[in-house]
């Protein structure tokens, strides 16, 4: 990732649930002491963009998709303990603090070997295992790379609705009703023989939370305004993705032969130089 990426790493739409309160100098110093360290200031300045949730970005080998905030939610960098792991591993959870994982497995500010320059360590707390992933938190930022899910962009001035009629006119194929449930915006969904064919936008929501969850009433109103799930492509391009790459082919290349545009979402991105 380039540092010109920093300003954009978080994932749009933001899931509101994991994004903590606006960061503050109390609320920063109060954690530091709780975790008996201080922050990379790389840490804090991503932190005073948007303060933890979903970023847009991962580890080349490595599942990697949140920095955790700091707050009073969850999940939140000050809420870890590693009294059950204890006996379970034969490395020292004592100087590690997770900003992502699943109770499985954990990225790690790593303060065991220098307590005010963290490394970044991977913990795999099943399989006993552990994996130095940079020397410093900067050095892990340069290795993210842009997650764009095997997504291809459609370059269109159609509306969304416009485009899902013509390819099921051309692929001779139906789409269900859109689903917004999963990620907060409308997602196109179709059979294509025995794949599966998605459509979805590029402009989406700020912000979503379910209605289910718990302070939807309190959250709801940050839906609002629109952003770019990628702003380095237009907010007209549209997006498809198809499960099976030999379907994907016969599908893309009956589109094109009907002058629809498609590229590998992927190419906008210039890679990094110093990588």
Not at 3 to 12: G, L, P, R
């Amino acid at each position: 990732m380039k540092e010109s990426d920093i300003k954009n790493i978080w994932q749009v739409p933001k899931y509101l649930p994991y994004v903590q309160p606006s960061l503050t100098d109390e609320i920063l110093a109060n954690a530091e002491k709780e975790i008996g360290y201080k922050l990379p200031k790389e840490y804090i300045d991503i932190l005073k963009i948007q303060n933890g949730g979903y970023i847009r970005f991962t580890l080349p080998e490595i599942l990697n998709e949140q920095i955790y905030g700091i707050g009073p939610f969850f999940p939140s960098l000050t809420d870890y303990n590693w009294t059950d792991y204890e006996d379970t591993v034969g490395f020292e959870l004592t100087g590690l603090v997770p900003f992502d994982g699943d109770g499985h497995w954990y990225l790690c500010l790593d303060y065991r070997q220098n307590n005010t320059q963290p490394e970044i360590t991977f913990i795999d707390t099943e399989s006993d295992y552990e994996k130095p992933i940079a020397k410093t938190f900067q050095e892990y930022l340069k290795l993210l790379e842009i997650d764009t899910g095997n997504e291809f962009v459609i370059e269109t001035d159609f509306t969304i609705e416009d485009l899902v009629k013509k390819i099921s006119s051309i692929a001779v194929i139906k789409f269900e009703e859109p689903d917004s449930f999963a990620h907060g915006y409308p997602i196109y969904r179709s059979k294509y023989n025995e794949s599966w064919v998605w459509v979805s936008p590029n402009k989406v929501p700020s912000g979503f939370i379910r209605e289910s969850d718990d302070r939807y009433e309190e959250l709801k109103s940050q839906m609002l305004p629109t952003s770019l799930r990628y702003p380095e492509i237009s907010s007209d391009y549209l997006f498809i993705n198809v499960s099976d790459d030999l379907q994907r082919q016969s599908l893309f290349d009956s589109l094109t032969k009907q002058g629809i545009k498609i590229s590998e979402a992927k190419t906008y991105f210039e890679r990094s130089p110093n990588r």
